[in-house]
């Protein structure tokens, strides 16, 4: 079943000479419960296509549909509602708010909507997560492994349709990187969770189940 699909998606800034495809042209889909990761140098244009697909920035032209919805066509209401229920996003540097514990992280795209916490789901994740005996801590008083942990426990949440995932382990050591692509996988397969993932680390984007590479704004490979 397919969960995303995006059509001749186009980003270009400034006119003229200055005029830059940051995006160009690009065209792919991804199947429900698949890990993506897609692969570029920095400015290849990967983190523009994930801001785009995730709803956070808006594409020149071109389409995107997830789950069947074209979200380019909604307004910023309905987009942010979407995006909200719909799609979870995993940054870098895991953008936690430092005065909620981290129950209340994970659960804040709940209470931005007035919905319920499904407490089975939210005791699923946190046991899965290895996060139960930090559950009441601070996002600073958690090492970099536990706050990204979080955010992926964040993003988990609503059961969006998609996961985004933003350089995950680029501001992690070696062994917490290996820990948060553990649980990335384990959330794919468990969770049956769609993931897209921009990395430009290729032997972490091995462990997905598809590679997409990007340069200058063009996909130039899938493997």
């Known amino acids: 079943m397919e969960i995303l699909r995006v059509e001749n998606l186009v980003k ?8 830059i495809n940051a995006v160009d042209d690009v065209s ?5 419960g698949e890990f993506v990761a897609i692969v570029g140098a920095s400015g290849s244009g990967k983190s523009t296509l994930l801001h785009i697909i995730g709803g956070v920035d808006r594409p020149t032209s071109g389409k995107i549909f997830i789950d069947g919805n074209e979200i380019n066509s909604m307004n910023d209401d309905k987009l942010a509602i979407f995006r909200r229920r719909q799609i979870g996003i995993v940054y870098q540097f895991y953008n936690l708010i430092p005065i909620l514990t981290v129950d209340e992280n994970i659960t804040l795209p709940c ?23 930090r559950r009441r801590h601070l996002p600073n008083e958690l090492s970099g492994g536990q706050q990204q942990r979080t955010s992926i426990a964040r993003a988990l949440i609503n059961n969006p349709a998609l996961v985004l995932a933003d350089e995950p382990t680029g501001n992690l050591d ?29 032997d972490i984007a091995k462990q997905a189940d598809r590679i997409i590479t990007i340069q200058d704004g063009k996909i130039t490979g899938e493997a």
Do not use: C, P, W
Not at 12 to 19: M, N, V
């Open 174 to 202: 070696s062994k917490a990187a290996e820990d948060i692509m553990s649980i990335l996988k384990m959330s794919n397969k468990a969770y049956n969770q769609t993931i897209i993932m921009i990395t430009h680390n290729l």
């Open 12 to 19: 270009t800034y400034g006119e003229g000479e200055t005029k």
């Open 28 to 32: 792919f889909s991804v199947e429900k």
């Open 111 to 133: 209470d931005l909507d007035g919905n319920s916490v499904d407490k089975e789901r939210l005791e699923s994740i946190l046991t899965s997560f290895g996060l139960k005996a």
